[in-house]
């Protein structure tokens, strides 16, 4: 019984097929990770999505900015983007039960193995918060998006503020710097104040602005956090940090790690991609 993490996928289906026989994964067998972005940018979103489906929670995805895309504009509230390449979920015919099993689908994991604690996100986890308080939070946002009021929720869940974390925050500004936090951080300040416009790599902080997993004091810092989102940041692999988002999309790879017997033991499988779009 293997476990296994994958990065952002974005519609990729062709590649994560390959990439699931080169890991010789077995559905009745392996547990693997989506680490978020499933869809979009990539040829075949619904392939992925029906995969994904049909592994009976053999592949256990989380949710990335672009699956909160495909909501948001399945039902109204973004309008598609000149790159997007979400018209085969959208006019799909089992477009209804594809969208609500994204729906389903976690913010936040935390998967036990040899008793260590691996966390899991899409992006990030701000430095104020402990494994507990990321799975309290991204808990309250999964209730909403489950609801019978997740529509209204779209129309809330976009901005750029509240930019930081405050225990006090209410309703959708509480909501919001969750999803912000755990579908979109890449940089920071020491404390807390989330960026949203650089997308460079690590070596390339904005000023006064650090990698969320390099800020001082972070809670999560003795907890081995696994993520994707950051395909300029490219393949990371320190004792508290796995970075996974190896930029299939873009003419990379795509990324998977196997954990041994403990999750300090790990072997990277990757599999050539071809390019779906040009950065820029």
């Not at 997993?213 to 940041?233: K, Q």
């Amino acid at each position: 019984m293997a476990l296994y993490c994958i990065g952002d996928v974005q519609g990729c289906d062709g590649a994560l097929q390959r990439l699931l026989d080169h890991m010789a994964f077995s559905p009745s067998r392996d547990t693997a990770y989506l680490l978020g972005d499933l869809v979009n940018r990539g040829p075949d979103s619904a392939a992925v999505l029906r995969r994904c489906m049909a592994a009976d929670g053999a592949l256990r995805p989380l949710l990335g900015n672009h699956d909160l895309h495909l909501l948001a504009t399945a039902h109204g509230v973004r309008k598609p983007s000149r790159r997007d390449t979400l018209d085969g979920v959208l006019h799909a015919p089992d477009s209804t039960a594809l969208l609500d099993w994204l729906r389903q689908q976690p913010l936040a994991h935390a998967h036990t193995h040899a008793n260590q604690t691996l966390l899991m996100v899409h992006a990030g986890v701000l430095p104020a918060w402990s494994v507990a308080d990321t799975l309290a939070l991204a808990a309250q946002v999964q209730t909403v998006l489950r609801g019978p009021e997740f529509v209204a929720f779209l129309h809330q869940m976009y901005g750029n503020t509240p930019d930081h974390w405050r225990a006090d925050l209410a309703g959708a500004d509480r909501l919001r710097v969750v999803v912000n936090a755990l579908t979109r951080l890449r940089f920071c300040s020491a404390d807390g104040v989330m960026d949203f416009n650089s997308t460079e790599s690590a070596q390339a902080a904005p000023p006064g602005l650090l990698p969320w997993f390099d800020v001082p004091g972070r809670r999560t810092a003795g907890t081995l956090v696994a993520f994707g989102h950051w395909s300029t940041l490219g393949w990371l692999d320190r004792p508290d940090a796995l970075g996974l988002d190896t930029g299939c999309v873009w003419g990379g790879c795509l990324s998977a790690v196997r954990f041994g017997a403990t999750l300090a033991e790990r072997e990277r499988l990757q599999v050539q991609c071809p390019q779906a779009q040009k950065p820029g």
